[in-house]
């Protein structure tokens, strides 16, 4: 087996476009192609996240039955950074940690899209202690 390599470049087209702040959401369930827009867009200094860590779970998953029922899973292809950091298993660690208690889950609070909302308002203070993003 042998890895592959492929150039992508997706220019955007000419016409209106949305500038301004940017936050994404992120967590446990962002994983795959979740995860590579999560990548082009703060590696891009276009984005901010806010939540919990990603999934950390590139997809082109392999499926492998075993016996009795249960089931291997392999990614298929490696998945890392623009710059080779690896992030399979690891996951993509959001700029702003929010983490959600069980007491918020009981009364339906969400503390990520609370913080996202104030990231928006405070958007200077919140890219600048991000790495300028």
């Avoid at 087209?13 to 369930?29: E, H, N, S, W």
């Avoid at 690891?90 to 007491?103: C, K, Y």
């Avoid at 609370?114 to 890219?127: G, L, Y």
Wanted: proline share 6%; charged share 25%.
């Amino acid at each position: 087996m042998s890895w592959t390599f492929r150039e992508w470049e997706i220019a955007p087209r000419d016409g209106k476009r949305y500038l301004g702040p940017l936050v994404l959401l992120c967590g446990p369930a962002t994983h795959s192609s979740a995860e590579d827009l999560v990548i082009e867009l703060t590696q891009g200094k276009r984005a901010l996240t806010v939540g919990e860590r990603t999934a950390g779970g590139a997809g082109g998953k392999l499926s492998i039955a075993l016996p009795g029922g249960g089931e291997l899973c392999l990614s298929t292809f490696k998945a890392t950074f623009p710059d080779g950091r690896e992030y399979m298993g690891i996951g993509i660690q959001p700029d702003v940690e929010v983490r959600p208690t069980l007491d918020d889950i009981v009364k339906g609070n969400d503390p990520a899209l609370e913080k996202a909302c104030e990231v928006i308002s405070n958007w200077d203070s919140f890219s600048a202690g991000a790495g300028g993003k």
